[in-house]
């Protein structure tokens, strides 16, 4: 989501407000403009009163044993905060996950004139990985959530300074990398990941990043620029 919250859409933004999904410098300039724009503040209003009326019909959905604490060992022991944005990522994610299944069941129950059941989705297991230099100094925090194809990285303050761009490559198991694109080396990232990236996402075994001049994107299977951090990808 872009840092300048005057060119989000205000349906996307209000979502993430209602969602808690915004930082809390995010959140604050949110608020700030539903505060002064009416129409802003009617699609926050909207949306709670949407979430408000379909989290009485989800049922209760624990996330895989120890999933929360596998991040955490994951993490910079000095994380500037990022444990705070992990935990907003899972409860978010989870919240949109469910939000979402409801809208679908209660839709399609209305179009065929029954009452709506919700069943839980089969578990996917959601893919973490620290990325390290050659020094062994982690780099760069990721996650992938493969039932939204939503991939989240953050990373350290070993990535900061740097002019050159880094970029995020997919490794397979026969050692064939795969450009997913480039991330921000000083803040957190999010983007949606593509249906074939997806794909290629669930079967990669390691991640890396290449530092790659501004401006330049690389060959989709070949980086141009060095490869300073790479890690295992693990399900939790």
């Known amino acids: 989501m872009s840092e300048d919250l005057d060119r989000d859409a205000p349906a996307d933004l209000a979502a993430e407000l209602s969602l808690r999904l915004l930082s809390p410098a995010e959140e604050a300039g949110a608020r700030a403009r539903a505060a002064s ?6 699609e926050v209003e909207a949306w709670d009163a949407r979430l408000a009326g379909m989290i009485d019909e989800v049922a209760p959905v624990d996330a895989p044993p120890g999933a929360w604490a596998a991040i955490l060992r ?6 500037d905060g990022r444990t705070a944005f992990w935990r907003r990522w899972a409860v978010g994610a989870t919240g949109l996950l469910a939000a979402s299944l409801v809208a679908v069941a209660v839709l399609s129950a209305q179009l065929a004139g029954r009452p709506a059941t919700v069943e839980a989705p089969a578990p996917q297991p959601i893919r973490v990985a620290t ?23 953050s990373p350290t303050e070993a990535m900061a300074g740097d002019e050159r761009v ?9 050692g064939g990398v795969t450009l997913v694109g480039a ?5 957190v990232s999010r983007m949606a990941m593509p249906t074939t990236l997806g794909s290629a996402a669930g079967g990669a075994v390691a991640v890396a990043v290449s530092m790659e001049a501004p401006g330049h994107t690389p060959d989709l299977h070949r980086p141009d620029g ?10 939790l």
């Open 37 to 42: 724009d009416p129409a802003f503040a009617a």
């Open 74 to 79: 994951r993490l910079p022991a000095n994380d």
């Open 131 to 153: 990325l390290r230099l050659e020094t062994g100094q982690s780099a760069l925090i990721l996650a992938y959530d493969p039932a939204t194809g939503a991939l989240f990285a």
């Open 166 to 174: 880094p970029h995020l490559w997919l490794v397979g198991a026969d």
């Open 183 to 187: 991330v921000d080396g000083e803040a």
């Open 226 to 235: 060095p490869v300073v951090a790479s890690g295992e990808l693990e399900r």
